[in-house]
């Protein structure tokens, strides 16, 4: 019993042995997301795996290796027919492109092996299997481990707290005593009670409840907001007006339930305190288990953040505290340390910005959530934009981008765009050359307002005149266009001009506004350039990612370029989910400028038409 009792430690991991769900749950992540020529055309990737799958297979139980024999073999075969299937099946990109039956018998078989893994009677097999195990004393080689990682994961499968269902295992063999109850009344239950008894409690289904999560972040959003099943609060305000007999709001009596014995998400009472929470959010996660619910919170509302902070910029709150609430109580608290970054200190300019952020971008994704589950495609694409955007964001502004993070923008934009085209089942080559067609009416648009800026920039004896150019160029509420305001203003902006070298390039620069001769000539120089920085890129990514020459010079002259492919795929297929439109039509998409411009119509002509017909400003 003492064997068995021990077995079930989970605090000293003694194996490199993956358990067979974690390896199966790899491979199935290969096939939908790993693209590229190191993944699956690689001979020693897929040598890899096989070895984990040969290594995971051979430490099961005999209870449990029999169980899933069937299901274990096909997954086997469909691995072995996948690897020999050759280069042309290898090389298909992921997503719905994968059409070869090689992909689909691999999927099918390793959604099956999982399937039968998290079954009653798997889970009750490699119990068997580690009670077998703990009781053969002749065994010297740790093989309780490997049984007891895979237990544990199967408990996980299944939608349970893992480490509270071993806590409650232990309960019942150490101490003979039901693991809901506190009491010692069980010490002289038998062995072979405890062991059936815990046969039953293993098998302990799920229970399915509606669960809701509270979060509280340190840094402070200044956003009162619900859209979808997301809700943001103030809980400088929010917390004492938990409190019954003051102003109601939604959740308020959830709310008092959690902060009314003073230890949750506290708020300073006076000035010179500091509180421990200074943004509240509250996610619904609706009827669920409660396994994981901090993580899936947190990730839906992390979401929202990054995607607002990837399109306006601010900083980044920092969870600190949690509270599960399940079926209407709170069940479940936890806190969380937090750090001080290379950010400003007390930077309430960057809250501001924060704040501007989600109210602008956080509705419309919180309510497309709650429609619907963010593709994992999508999701993937988020969460390594977060990772380029990093070195870069105002959190880490005290802190200067070094080399690598400037050099990691090329593969990172990469496989940002490489996620996008799986998610809009499209070849990365077709969407890389979609994006490349976009660069140059982009680039155009993008100097225009360098070249505008250049003008402000010199301010000019003319201050009164400098200033009104710069209070419309930087209004919230423009006048008109501001392509139009460059075109009407042009002799103004040039009137301010004292970069005498660049004088040429802006005067040329405004005159394309309104000589589509100039604009397509200006246009005919960006797709040269964008087919040469294209080439580029593509010969730096495969340098960066295998070790070949790549001087920092040309890393740095390619960036806005491979930050342009990444960010407008990013921004696309973001929009696209929200509306609920096709991705690939959407990607494949002109704007009405683009086509009117193409076809011959000037800047100036089209916006006049528009502002004409639709009135400014344009009707949302």
């Known amino acids: 019993m003492k064997s068995l009792v021990s077995s079930l430690d989970l605090r000293h991991p003694s194996t490199t042995i993956l358990p067979l769900t974690a390896v199966a749950e790899e491979i199935l992540r290969w096939v939908e997301l790993a693209s590229g020529v190191d993944a699956w055309k690689k001979t020693a990737n897929r ?5 984990d799958i040969a290594q995971s297979a051979g430490a099961l139980g005999v209870h449990l290796g029999s169980h899933i024999a069937n299901e274990l073999a096909a ?26 039956p090689q992909w689909v018998a691999m999927l099918t078989a390793t959604q099956n092996l999982l399937t039968a893994l998290k079954s009653d009677d798997a889970v009750i097999a490699s119990w068997d299997d580690l009670v077998a195990v703990a009781q053969n004393r002749a065994l010297e080689g740790r093989e309780y481990r490997p049984i007891a990682d895979l237990l544990t994961d199967q ?14 295992l232990v309960s019942i063999m150490a101490f003979g005593r039901d693991p809901e109850e506190m009491s010692f009344d069980g010490a002289d239950t038998s062995y072979t009670d405890r062991l059936e008894q815990a046969r039953a409690y293993v098998v302990t289904p799920a229970t399915i409840e509606p669960v809701t999560v509270w979060l509280g972040y340190k840094g402070r959003v200044g956003v009162e907001m619900t859209a979808g099943r997301v809700s943001f609060y103030e809980p400088l305000w929010a917390i004492p007006n938990a409190q019954p007999g003051r102003q109601e709001f939604d959740h308020k009596e959830e709310l008092w339930d959690i902060v009314k014995d003073g230890f949750s998400f506290r708020v300073p009472e006076l000035a010179d305190e500091k509180g421990d929470v200074e943004t509240l959010v509250r996610v619904d996660l609706g009827s669920t288990t409660a396994a994981g619910a901090v993580e899936r919170a947190s990730a839906i509302v992390d979401i929202i953040i990054n995607v607002a902070l990837h399109r306006s910029g601010g900083i980044r709150p920092q969870l600190t505290e949690h509270v599960v609430v399940r079926s209407g ?9 937090v750090w001080d970054r290379t950010g400003f200190p007390d930077d309430t300019y960057g809250a501001g910005m924060t704040s501007d952020a989600i109210n602008a971008h956080g509705p419309r994704i919180a309510n497309a959530l709650a429609q ?22 105002r959190d880490m ?7 690598a993070d400037i050099s990691s923008v090329i593969p990172l934009s990469d496989r940002i765009v490489q996620h996008i085209a799986a998610h809009a089942a499209m070849d990365p080559n077709d969407l890389f050359q979609l994006l490349g067609e976009k660069w140059a009416h982009a680039r155009w648009l993008s100097d225009l307002e360098v070249a505008a800026r250049m003008c402000l920039l010199g301010g000019g004896v003319d201050h009164a005149l400098h200033h009104s150019l710069t209070v419309e160029w930087h209004s919230s509420h423009p006048k008109q266009p501001w392509i139009l305001f460059l075109d009407d203003r042009r002799d103004d902006f040039l009137s301010l001009c004292r970069l005498e070298h660049e004088r040429a390039w802006i005067q040329r620069m405004f005159d394309s506004i309104s000589n589509h001769a100039k604009y397509s000539a200006l246009i005919s120089e960006y797709e040269d350039e964008g087919a040469v920085l294209e080439a580029r890129r593509r010969r730096l ?8 020459p790549a001087a920092f010079t040309v890393v740095e002259s390619v960036r806005s370029f491979a930050e342009f492919t990444s960010g407008t795929a990013l921004y696309i297929a973001l929009e696209s989910f929200v509306e609920m ?3 690939q039509n959407a990607l494949a998409e002109r704007t009405d400028e683009f086509i009117a411009l193409q076809g011959g119509t000037t800047a100036a002509i089209y916006w006049r038409e528009r502002v004409k017909n639709e009135g400014w400003p344009f009707p949302a």
């Open 155 to 168: 408990l996980r499968h299944r939608g349970l707290e893992a480490e509270s269902m071993v806590r409650g």
């Open 372 to 393: 619907q589950q963010l593709p994992r495609f999508l999701a993937a694409a988020i969460e390594v934009q977060t990772t380029l955007d990093l070195p870069f964001s």
């Open 329 to 337: 109580v709170p069940s479940s608290f936890g806190h969380s340390a």
């Open 397 to 403: 502004a005290l802190r200067k981008p070094s080399e």
């Open 75 to 100: 997954f086997q075969a469909s691995f072995a027919a996948l690897s020999l299937s050759g280069t042309a099946v290898l090389s298909q990109p992921p997503g719905a492109s994968r059409v070869a």
């Open 581 to 583: 439109t096709d991705p």
């Open 541 to 548: 990514r495969n340098a960066l990612v295998h070790g070949n």
């Open 47 to 51: 040598n890899s795996l096989d070895q």
